[in-house]
C-alpha cells in the first residue's frame, strides 16, 4: 500500500469520531471525548491526524506541562508530553509514525518546550525502535504503568538548550 497521498494536518472536532474509533483498534488505553478535546485545547498545533483519501490512518497527540526537566537537575521546564500515538495496523511500518512525530515535535519547539517525553510499553520494540531512530532516548522504567500491570519506559529528547 503507498501512502503517496498522505497528509499530515491539525485534528479538528470533526475528526473526533474517526480518532477515538482509531485509538479503540489499536490501543488497549482509551479515553473519553472530552480527553481529546481538551488535549487540543491545551496543544492544538502537536494534534495532529494521517489522512489519506479522506481516511484517517494515524494521530498523535500532545500535551503541555511544565516539571521538573529529565535533562537538567533540579530544573522547571516546559514540556512536551506525548499522550498518545496510533495507526492503523494495515499501514504500520510505512512512515506514517515516524512523520507524525516528527511533525508534533517541530510543532513542540515552536512553542518553546525544552524537552518532549512519552510513555511506551517496554514490550513496544518497534516503537522504542523509531522513537531512538528519531533521536529520543531512554530515560527510567515504569513499573506497572498500565491499566493491564504492564511496565512503560519514558523516553525523551531535548528540543531546545
Given at each position: 500500500m503507498s501512502t503517496k497521498n498522505l497528509i499530515l494536518r491539525k485534528f479538528s472536532?470533526?475528526?473526533?469520531?474517526?480518532?477515538?474509533?482509531?485509538?479503540?483498534?489499536?490501543?488497549?488505553?482509551?479515553?473519553?471525548?472530552?480527553?481529546?478535546?481538551?488535549?487540543?485545547?491545551?496543544?492544538?498545533?502537536?494534534?495532529?491526524?494521517?489522512?489519506?483519501?479522506?481516511?484517517?490512518?494515524?494521530?498523535?497527540?500532545?500535551?503541555?506541562?511544565?516539571?521538573?526537566?529529565?535533562?537538567?537537575?533540579?530544573?522547571?521546564?516546559?514540556?512536551?508530553?506525548?499522550?498518545?500515538?496510533?495507526?492503523?495496523k494495515e499501514y504500520r511500518n510505512k512512515g506514517i509514525g515516524g512523520k507524525l512525530l516528527i511533525e508534533a515535535v517541530n510543532a513542540l519547539k515552536k512553542q518553546k518546550v525544552s524537552e518532549c517525553f512519552m510513555e511506551v510499553r517496554t514490550t513496544n520494540h518497534n516503537a522504542i525502535n523509531l522513537y531512538k531512530k528519531i533521536g529520543f532516548e531512554s530515560i527510567r522504567r515504569i513499573k506497572a504503568y498500565y491499566q493491564d500491570g504492564a511496565d512503560a519506559l519514558v523516553m525523551g529528547i531535548k528540543l531546545i538548550n
Open positions: 472536532a470533526e475528526d473526533l469520531d474517526d480518532v477515538i474509533r482509531l485509538n479503540r483498534e489499536c490501543l488497549p488505553e482509551n479515553y473519553t471525548p472530552l480527553f481529546f478535546l481538551d488535549i487540543r485545547k491545551n496543544c492544538p498545533d502537536s494534534f495532529l491526524v494521517a489522512q489519506m483519501n479522506g481516511d484517517i490512518l494515524g494521530y498523535i497527540m500532545c500535551r503541555l506541562e511544565n516539571g521538573f526537566s529529565d535533562f537538567r537537575k533540579f530544573r522547571v521546564v516546559k514540556k512536551g508530553h506525548i499522550v498518545s500515538v496510533a495507526v492503523k
